[in-house]
């Protein structure tokens, strides 16, 4: 991927930082003939969206889209839609602290080892705002591939699992959890972090079904990579797993095999063999399988915490520094829209490339 | 990345298949002037080279490589690089049963999906073998890089985790251990798997020191969304984390945070501050912070085993498949090399991209 | 270069239609501290824009640029700088016959045949309007590239070429012409073409003065190969030469010969050698030589006259169209500006591909 | 494109120097289930191999190809295609005097001053044996574009233009000349220039006929840039015009309008309009119309003449140097199917490009 365009035949490049006067991204490649209006696009972002519980950022964003090119008449012309949103609420004031000494955990100090300046306001090209435009680009990932359903959900919280999953609880968790136990735990811990000025980490698992066999490439453009370069670019990511991931390297390899048994059966292969298993989370050899395909997803606790740490001014003498901004106790729970976006953005690359190659 | 390109500047295209006549990589984009004969790539191949001990594949191959062009009276040019390594071993009639059926967990059926086709000697490829490419090519990368060490070692084996790392140890390790005490419990594990037939998983971690701080971008090229394509693409691995990984999800922001003062000091640095621990392993929003960079990949057990599995034919009828096939019981060892030359990879790429637009 | 993207390193992605809100582009991997405001992009654009003399469209357009991000305190970040201008002088009424049928020359039936569907306003992305967005990034590109000059002028308009070179006379002159006594009779050809309702062809020679020894590549990154796509992707061209071009075939390698002689001289080269004659237009074997860069690009008239031409509406079926809108009686005198941002574009591409590779 | 890839979804690798052991090219993307054989490569390497009469160089090679991976029981598989030919006839003897002195026109000095060395064997990777890689993969090509037919000829040689086109004679022309007078006069200017240690230029044209309309893409990715690229990349080439080219700068609109019936008529247009004529060549904005896609490429004589010329040292002494080894008298003549190549490589990658996007 180049440095700031996603895909090789659907291409989102996003633009923008957290305080300048809006962000964007332009998405080429884009099939023809999509019905595509800012309806399609706005639902998912307003999933993403701050402010909506006391668990995220109290920053205020309508975060509403508009579409610039790339649509007439209602429908793709596949020429580039280019995508943007306003920024409304930004208190660069907050950020003066910043200005003058490194966040520990931020990009504040390798941004200026890199590039010699930073805008520093709200974090510049670094803050979590440019996952907005992700998700607006996902949403249209998620029109290119059709049937595909994609949803993810926080199965770990501060260290704390879920241990079951009930599909309509998780349809109005705050928290994206479908363990209504788990989530009665995880809003303890969430207020009790708050209270502390501290963050906590959480992990993400994202399902897409109905993607069929033969998705992905035997090498370098093997899905399981594409899917790994997708999610670990998000912000704050530090793991990524695919099936049963860091757990089946403590497998045997008996116990590890999807056994196969002629299909199409029940358990959505799409018409393909049937698995006993899916340990290898719907992908062999770089190339998805049928199966459910599935990954998680491992987020720190956010840098930007209230507690003073100890760091260095930006010409390089010892401070400390707190974060007095807005931000989310968790960003993990606001990544969930934004790793199902990214699978989008993966499958609907994939799929195109396919269809290049093999018709 | 492409299909069978891995890199933006220092691009590799390998080629070749298990059991074709031989097997190649073209390195493009590689700087003139650097000092490069076929001696400077054989050692790291030599240390992948299956056969050595009892616990690799018994395929013997000799894997010598030779350089084909791009480099002349001992210097790179800056054209292409060519290598090329014969393949000597084969045995394709190890392969009948593939032919016939698909080995659950590998690459067998989706090629059929995909492609309507599949050379099933020795899995075509989709063997292992394509990473002897890799580790070529991450040779000449660490031409590139210079004075940067790589080093991986494994650090679980069969769910059985080091406790310690003993430098010296790791040097002469067949399993590529730095804990000697685990190493004996490991060979233990191997010679009961290998007599079930079975097989075991591992994690492999690498580590890179002397990166400066700086390397890397914001959003879709970040450095540690390049690792994790790197290490996904590679067979069998199932899961990527960089720094404390999974565990920095369990951790809160203070316990987590990178505290900074002024440097340059003893922590290897480079020159930057002094960093009281590297939880981050090495990168901070997407960029290098002259820490050391750290990486975990996780191994599934392969799927070739002795073990009879539940499967299907090519043309879909039940049966079941044995793998008797030369294989090795836990392919995470010689995995080692070939996660080192990823990085090697990737650090080298994002070096050039580095210097071209940052100067 | 990618459907919407041009450059490798210094990535311009486009965007936009005629007759849409605005068009933008996004340039990407733009080196950091470059000093950068809107002021030093407008006055690029405003040489390219609309309704400046008779000989050119009477559209309105103030083509008023505006920088969304990238820039902080006045330099470059090294983020994506998003820049964007307002349409507004669009009349879409003006093309209902557009909708209606196609115009023999002109993209509207080859998107149908393409997509199936076409934004017929204005032509919507294949409007020449998409240019101003070339000029845009071509005045960020002259930035990158610091003291080389571009230059570019008509060299022939409706089949009548220039014989003299007065550089004052082009600076002022409104047809892009520096020979005093051709445009004297290019103003008449304009005049009695605009009456007619017909149009004319151009020949723009395009000219970099100050171009290092050693931009380029041996094989299809070769700076010839950039410039011709470059060139050749700009609306209505139809010729590419470099150098002495097509008027080289037919001399002998003598007469072809730039022979050298120990420098630096006085022949601009740069500190190299000094070269008898630049025949070759400053590139051998696909890499600059030092010498001025030379190419020249033929444009069509355009295909958007006013005399009736057969055609056949979208629905297949026999009919004339002729255009009413407002158009460039000589598309080839506004494309100067475009010529000089291609070039521009060309060259901070391959100089950051330079430095990547040879540092 | 890349340093030494070429395509986007079919990518071309090529490697290899003139006096090197081999030159080799890796093909990627190529779509699975093609028949293909060396013997589906082979002739079109023998149309371009040296030494088949006194008009070529003398170089004796032999040219045969191998495919090393990609085909299994003789189909493409979908993974890349490995293709080497071993250089069997250098001469490095020949060459002393290019090590010692830069040849003007050549890229000696160039490579010299970009990379800081070069490898002076027969050119090393600046020699047009490269080009065999480019026959040998548009060789595959051909085989996914179908039943397309490229055909290239010389329309101009040593300033000599042919008259008429006698498709019975192309077929055996050992000048690629399809004017049979044209070709007596032709062999009379071939002779001359060679006695005399002196080069000619031509002027090449490739028809493409059978493309459907829609290939191709609005701005960067426009086939016309495709095919500029492709065609001024090859050694020698100075100029590419489409249609018309430069010729259509010297037209009226209405001259240059292509009027369009309703169709599918006899005029080769596959099915969409009749067109009344084709100026554009095949073209109009960007994307294919239906009609015969039509190029021109110019190429200077060869700088290789054995004429003594004023050159420096590669220490910056001044000298003189004349050409002695085996040589071209006219590149154009060998470069004929170079051409037909690099438009078959432009098509199958834009066919599967269009595929991708379009269904």
């Known amino acids: 991927m180049s440095l700031n365009t996603f895909g090789r ?21 884009c099939p023809p003939g999509i019905a595509l209006g800012e309806a399609d696009i706005q639902p998912w972002l307003d999933k993403r969206k701050p402010g909506q519980s006391r668990h995220t950022t109290q920053r ?14 209602g429908r793709t012309t596949g020429t580039p839609i280019s995508l943007i949103i306003d920024n409304e609420d930004q208190r660069s004031k907050d950020y003066d602290e910043v200005a003058r000494a490194y966040r520990p955990g931020h990009a504040d100090y390798v941004y200026d080892a890199k590039y010699g300046l930073r805008d520093w306001r709200g974090g510049g090209r670094s803050s979590a705002r440019e996952t907005a435009m992700r998700v607006a680009a996902g949403a249209i990932a998620r ?22 999953f009930v599909a309509p609880h998780l349809e109005t968790s705050a928290l994206a959890c479908a363990d209504p136990e788990a989530e009665e735990r995880w809003v303890a811990l969430l207020d009790k972090a708050r209270r502390a000025g501290s963050s906590l980490g959480a992990v993400v698992e994202v399902i897409a079904s109905g993607v069929p066999a033969g998705w992905g490439a035997p090498v370098y453009a093997k899905i399981d990579a594409d899917i790994a ?12 797993e695919i099936g049963d991931g860091f757990a089946a390297a403590r497998l ?36 998805t399988t049928g199966q459910d395909l599935i990954a998680r997803v491992a987020f720190k606790p956010t840098s930007s915490i209230r507690t003073p740490v100890d760091t260095i001014t930006a010409d390089g ?8 901004g807005r931000h989310d106790p968790c960003v993990g729970i606001r990544a969930v829209p934004v790793v199902e976006a990214m699978m989008a953005l993966v499958l609907a690359d994939q799929m195109l490339l396919h269809r290049a190659q093999c018709g």
Do not use: C, Q, Y
């Open 9 to 29: 035949l659907l291409r989102v490049t996003t633009w923008g930082e957290s305080h300048g006067p809006n962000i964007g991204a332009v998405v080429d490649g």
């Open 60 to 73: 205020r964003e309508s975060d509403t889209v508009r579409i610039l090119s790339g649509v007439f008449e």
């Open 143 to 164: 029109k290119v591939i059709g049937n595909i359903g994609i949803r993810a959900h926080l199965v770990e919280l501060g260290g704390d699992r879920t241990t079951r």
């Open 229 to 240: 370069a997708a999610m670990m670019g998000i912000n704050a990511a530090k793991g990524v």
């Open 252 to 287: 045997t390899g008996e116990e590890n095999a999807d056994a196969m048994r002629p299909g199409p059966g029940d358990d959505g292969s799409g018409g393909g063999p049937d698995f006993d298993s899916n340990h290898a989370g719907g992908t062999a050899g770089g190339i």
């Open 317 to 324: 003498r010892a401070t400390t520094i707190a974060t007095t």
